[in-house]
């Protein structure tokens, strides 16, 4: 048994790589790109460290190159999912045991194999899996997940550190985090592979076994995720790989009755649907279920007339088209003084159009496809109401193609009703909606911001006038949970912007904190008596 008080490494955000011309990195992606492009394989379940497979199974398309698969996968049944779950009972026997120390080394390690050796497995399996560009994917696969292992175990042991400050001489107060009894259902999403190998990863950290199921489109990086947890020493049955369709793990998972938490990051109706299974079937767990989500957003752009116009224009065109405003935080909608508009407007169509969109592995793409064809179908029905609508027109884009990729404009609608379908709805695709409001209705147009949309996950706010600024962040308090000022409303870093938001955003536990750990730990207080008294009665009774 240790007996050291143990300090982890104190964790630093992980540079970003720029993979310039001749770089070592771009070298080794570039060979990586090619070498899991002309391979196909075949994805298992992975139950207890065992692979499983079903015979059910899915494809492992390429978005930007739909006819061209990277391999199938398994999709778990009734079965795999009591498999599941009972390896999950039989690991937590030991690993909720075992010392904080040995599972931060774990995590740690997980760390230094993806800055090196995965590095560019992670960052290729998630170019061609989910069309990222290799910035939007060395800034997610990479450095995002770096830093979720490694600050992560820091804010573990922040908790563990927070003790009772008060005792008395004749007492000892302190607090131990135990594991959640029972189980944590991970579900992520497909547009950020750091997400996937962060939502299954932080319970497991604080001693909580997990069943894992990946988003169907992304589950071919999801399944080098596992081979990462595996070689870093991750004890088999501790995260337990389950894809399929949702409507069946989901439904299974969520009435076993060692359900002991939900983490989650998806859109906003499926959550509430899962918020429903476990409010019915409450009576029947054997403890009431975390319940983490992030969800949908309508993230904004507001500029005050004293912005800077390069600025706003650069935050605009990130802020919406970096990875075909596939992000959770992408700006969907934007408020701009007459004023302003009038001068940035001929830049900003100037700058759209200069956007170069294609095959990511060609390193000087910006955008690539959307995911697959039923977000292709969602997102190009928006710009086909905008197309049939009086209150709307196209200053960017508007066009798409589905031939070979499922690709998509960027696309600017300017529309004369603030409460516009496309100003009020999530699209989650390369598409921004501005209005234009007068500049001396900058307060009302505010006002008209905070109540347009149900979501309040991120929002960017521009200008020089600082009074202008602290109104905004004062009327806007509550649209939010991550706030930008003078910058995109994407790109939260782990250690420095928490991320998560509140209204029909989600729970606002905030990834990338010690608040989101909190959740998949349950307390106990312990006080020992140096002095226990031996009689029964009180001073005022004599």
């Known amino acids: 048994m240790s007996n050291g008080i143990f300090k982890v490494p104190t964790a630093v955000n992980e540079p970003i790589l720029s993979y310039a011309p001749g770089s070592p990195e771009r070298v080794r992606l570039e060979k990586k790109l090619k070498e899991l492009k002309k391979t196909t394989i075949e994805i298992p379940l992975i139950i207890g460290g065992k692979e499983v497979q079903t015979g059910n199974l899915e494809r492992c398309h390429i978005p930007h190159d739909h006819h061209h698969d990277l391999g199938v996968f398994h999709q778990a049944g009734e079965k795999e999912i009591d498999m599941a779950v009972k390896a999950a009972a039989e690991a937590w026997k030991k690993w909720s045991e075992m010392p904080w120390e040995d599972r931060a080394a774990i995590f740690k390690r997980m760390a230094v194999l993806l800055s090196g050796p995965y590095r560019e497995l992670l960052n290729a399996a998630t170019m061609l899996g989910q069309s990222k560009s290799v910035f939007q994917a060395e800034i997610d696969s990479a450095c995002e997940l770096i830093d979720f292992f490694n600050f992560n175990a820091d804010y573990m042991c922040q908790i563990y550190k927070d003790q009772p400050p008060y005792n008395t001489k004749e007492t000892w107060n302190r607090l131990e985090y135990r594991a959640l009894e029972g189980f944590i259902f991970a579900v992520t ?86 918020w429903k299974t476990v409010g019915n079937n409450i009576a029947n767990y ?69 956007i170069p969109m294609g095959d990511p592995t060609d390193l000087k793409n910006f955008m690539g496809a959307v995911i697959d064809e039923a977000a292709f179908k969602n997102i190009t029905k928006y710009i086909d109401l905008a197309r049939e609508s009086r209150e709307a027109e196209f200053v960017t884009g508007g066009n798409y193609d ?26 989650f695709g390369p598409v921004i909606t501005l209005y234009i409001y007068k500049d001396d209705a ?101």
């Open 189 to 274: 999403p497909f547009n950020f592979t750091s997400i996937a190998g962060n939502l299954p990863t932080s319970p497991a950290l604080m001693g909580n076994t997990v069943l894992w199921k990946p988003a169907s489109s992304a589950v071919y990086s999801a399944y080098f995720l596992m081979k990462l947890f595996k070689e870093a020493g991750l004890p088999d049955g501790v995260i337990n790989f389950i894809p399929g369709k949702g409507s069946v793990v989901g439904r299974l998972v969520m009435e076993n009755e060692n359900l002991a938490g939900i983490h989650f990051t998806g859109s906003t109706a499926v959550f509430q649907s899962m």
């Open 286 to 354: 054997k403890t009431y279920p975390r319940i983490v989500g992030e969800t949908g957003g309508k993230d904004f752009i507001f500029a005050h007339a004293s912005a800077d116009p390069d600025e706003l224009i650069t935050a605009m065109v990130r802020g919406a088209f970096e990875y075909q405003g596939q992000k959770c935080s992408a700006a969907s909608r934007a408020y701009i003084p007459e004023s302003l508009w009038n001068t940035i407007k001929d830049k900003y169509v100037e700058t759209v159009k200069s």
């Open 402 to 427: 589905d031939f070979k990729g499922w690709f998509i404009e960027p696309t600017t609608i300017l529309t004369t009703n603030p409460k516009f379908i496309t100003m009020e709805e999530e699209i």
């Open 442 to 542: 900058y307060e009302e147009t505010l006002k008209l911001c905070d109540e347009t949309s149900p979501y309040a996950l991120t929002g960017a706010v521009f200008g020089k006038d600082r009074f202008a600024i602290r109104q905004a962040e004062k009327l806007l308090r509550h649209a939010a949970g991550n706030f930008y000022i003078n910058d995109k409303p994407t790109g939260a870093v782990v250690g420095q912007q928490p991320f998560g938001g509140s209204r029909a955003s989600g729970t606002n536990d905030k990834a990338g904190s010690p608040m989101n750990l909190m959740r998949w730990v349950s307390m106990r207080a312990i006080k020992e008596n140096f002095l226990p008294p031996k009689d029964y009665r009180y001073p005022h009774m004599d």
